[in-house]
């Protein structure tokens, strides 16, 4: 199985995806083998500009670095991109070995346009909306999607409490996507909120803090995967 199918076969199934922001970088490759040990396959990669969003995160370098421990466990390299100009960085990415890249599109005026020019690089091709856009601005780029990121905090920091109002926003992205396409949410989500956002049709779940901000990371990620997994009714990895 090359890269692509394995990436498509994973977002075809309910996942928790660890996010690096709120790991220890300078035990990064530890922290991350620490989680896909106990389970994880989608490892999410937040990158931000400095513009889009205030802070400056990281580039293709960290994701070059990660790339080959990932996929020799078997998997994929998320990357969302909180930048602006998302079209100048795909190939970047793509060449450092991600999977699956989303952006938002609030900053992609020719969305259309990016989401093309990801999938012809060979990677999943996904939309991003904060929780002030309406659902219905990625409408027409829906049919084109792999998947759709649904942000549940304004993006730019980890940390930050779950918006309630996103249940119901989670609710009409997944009557809006084609039923290949996955949908995934990010910000908030922990133990108590995941049969929340799962129940709501999000089957791809972004948890940061929650997992690498806690004593036990490891513990911390199956016990996620267990609440998000039981709410849509799958077995617990």
């Not at 119901?168 to 396409?181: F, N």
């Amino acid at each position: 199985m090359n890269q692509s199918e394995r990436a498509r076969e994973l977002f075809a199934t309910t996942q928790i995806l660890p996010s690096i922001l709120s790991a220890d970088f300078a035990r990064l490759g530890e922290q991350v083998a620490t989680v896909m040990d106990a389970g994880a396959r989608v490892i999410h990669v937040d990158v931000m500009d400095g513009r889009f969003v205030p802070p400056i995160t990281i580039g293709p370098l960290i994701v070059e670095a990660l790339a080959e421990q990932v996929h020799d466990a078997g998997g994929v390299l998320d990357v969302h991109l909180m930048i602006e100009n998302p079209e100048r960085q795909i190939e970047p990415f793509a060449a450092a070995g991600a999977d699956a890249i989303s952006f938002h599109i609030e900053a992609a005026p020719h969305a259309h346009r990016v989401a093309g020019q990801i999938r012809e690089a060979g990677l999943l091709a996904g939309v991003t909306f904060n929780p002030g856009t309406p659902v219905d601005a990625i409408s027409g780029v829906a049919p084109q999607l792999d998947f759709a990121l649904c942000m549940s905090v304004n993006p730019g920091w980890g940390g930050q409490k779950f918006i309630p109002e996103s249940v119901e926003r989670l609710r009409r992205v997944r009557e809006m996507l084609p039923e290949r396409a996955a949908l995934e949410v990010d910000g908030g989500v922990d133990q108590n909120t995941a049969s929340h956002v799962a129940g709501a049709g999000a089957n791809l779940l972004v948890a940061g803090s929650a997992i690498f901000g806690q004593a036990d990371p490891a513990a911390a990620y199956q016990a996620i995967a267990a609440a998000g997994q039981a709410a849509r009714g799958v077995e617990t990895r």
